[in-house]
Structures are given as structure tokens and as C-alpha cells.
């Protein structure tokens, strides 16, 4: 019997970081590791005979890496990202995941991590099932130097791209981080976002107004070019 405890496994092929994640694991009372995994095939095997809540996983495994494992299942448990590598931040949320965990993760970023996983496993009391719950704001860490910077997807007005950098306008203000635009395209699309330039996205949300040459955000105004032109007219006028 689970006793309404989560189950979870982890896929891990690094001996210390995966004694540090079960040593994590199991100072949750809630929580239950059913197996460790150094790779991601001998999971698989757990997935078809177990009920499995939540995988922590590692991205560079032997024998099949990890984003290949996450495309396999049919089925898919919750995931926490477990990861040496900010650079596949940005790839990990096409899969829906709940959190991306940089090594060497602390406690307290672990507790933060699966707090999402309970809170969105909570039964609503009977009085408040009919009320409708806000939307989970979404959000991404960008890396700025040394330092991985906190952004809510709300607050972007527009991303443009500088050679092999981008740069994030949001709030009045801007970050610098290297990354090409082609990928965090792909992320942003899905969120409201729309391409108008091989330079530029921009939020939908906060655009001020526009024509076919040009959009305007917050007084800046921004080239629409041939190629996307139709595109963003069709979405802007879906959005009327």
C-alpha cells in the first residue's frame, strides 16, 4: 500500500551525486525511493512493473541520455532534471518538466524543486474543488556570468539577437546571455511569443501596436520582416 506517498526513482550514473540525491530523498517523509538507477535503460525496466511519481534525471548517461530515455515513455511520471550543464535549461521544458537542478544542488533548491511535486499532488478540500486555480507562472533561469538569473516569461517584452548572444528586455531593463536565438525560440513560441525578425521575438502580450513594417513595445520600435510579416498578422489578429 503507497499510503499516498510519492514514489520515485533515480537515474544517475555519477556514484556521488546520486548518494547525495537519495540522502536528500530520504529526509522527506512523504516521499519514497522505490530504485537508483546508474542508467536509464535498467529504468525503463522499473517503469513497466512499478507506479513511479517522479524521476530525478540525469541528462548525459551511457546507453541512452536522457532526453532519448523522456521520448520513449508513452506514460510520463513527473521529472526533476538533474544536470552539470546549464546550457540544455532551456531543451529540458519542451519536455515539460517540473525543475531543472544544477550541480552540485544544495538542500534547500532540492526542497524547492519538490515542493512543486507535492503541491500540485494536493487534493483541493470539497468546498474548493469548483474554484478555478490561477495558472503557474512560468519562468527560466538565464546564465549571466557566473550566476544564473531568475526571469518570469510575463515579464519579457522581447528578445533580440546579438551574434551569438541574445539579449532580454524585461522591466525596463536587459540581460546579456549566450545562447542562440533559434533555441530559445523554440521554448518561447509555445508561451505567447512570436519570431518578426531574424533578430527579434516578441511578447504578444506587450505589443503597444503595429504594421507591416513595424512593431512598437513600450516606445521602441522594432522591424517586422517580409518573411514573417503574414505570420504575425494572422497571430495578432487570432488574438483580437
Known amino acids: 500500500m503507497r499510503e499516498n506517498k510519492i514514489n520515485c526513482i533515480v ?3 555519477e556514484p556521488l551525486a546520486a548518494e547525495i540525491l537519495k540522502d536528500y530523498i530520504a529526509e522527506l517523509p ?18 513497466k512493473d512499478q507506479e513511479i511519481d517522479l524521476i530525478f534525471l540525469d541528462i548525459n548517461l551511457p546507453k541512452l541520455k ?4 523522456l521520448k520513449t515513455l508513452t506514460v510520463r511520471p513527473k521529472v526533476i532534471i538533474t544536470s552539470a550543464y546549464h546550457e540544455y535549461a532551456l531543451k529540458s521544458f519542451e519536455y515539460n518538466v517540473v525543475d531543472y537542478l544544477l550541480k552540485p544542488i544544495e538542500f534547500t533548491r532540492f526542497l524547492n524543486a519538490v515542493n512543486k511535486v507535492t503541491e500540485k499532488n494536493k487534493a483541493l478540500p470539497v468546498q474548493q474543488q469548483t474554484v478555478q486555480l490561477l495558472p503557474e507562472r512560468k519562468y527560466l533561469f538565464f ?3 557566473k550566476k544564473s538569473v531568475k526571469i518570469f516569461l510575463d515579464e519579457i517584452a522581447y528578445v533580440e539577437s546579438v551574434r551569438e548572444y541574445v539579449k532580454i528586455y524585461y522591466n525596463n531593463k536587459f540581460l546579456l546571455t549566450k545562447i542562440k536565438i533559434s533555441d530559445i525560440e523554440q521554448v518561447l513560441i509555445a508561451e505567447n ?9 516578441v511578447n504578444i502580450n506587450k505589443i503597444d501596436s503595429f504594421s507591416q513594417h513595424e512593431i512598437e513595445i513600450n516606445s ?7 518573411s514573417y510579416k ?11
Open 11 to 13: 537515474i544517475e550514473d
Open 30 to 47: 512523504n516521499f519514497h525511493l522505490v530504485a537508483y538507477c546508474s542508467d536509464a535503460i535498467a529504468a525503463l525496466e522499473i517503469l
Open 66 to 69: 536522457g532526453f532519448d530515455f
Open 143 to 145: 546564465s549571466v556570468g
Open 193 to 201: 511569443f512570436i519570431r518578426i525578425h531574424r533578430s527579434y521575438i
Open 220 to 226: 521602441t520600435v522594432l522591424p517586422v520582416s517580409r
Open 230 to 240: 503574414e505570420k504575425l498578422q494572422l497571430r495578432l489578429h487570432t488574438f483580437k
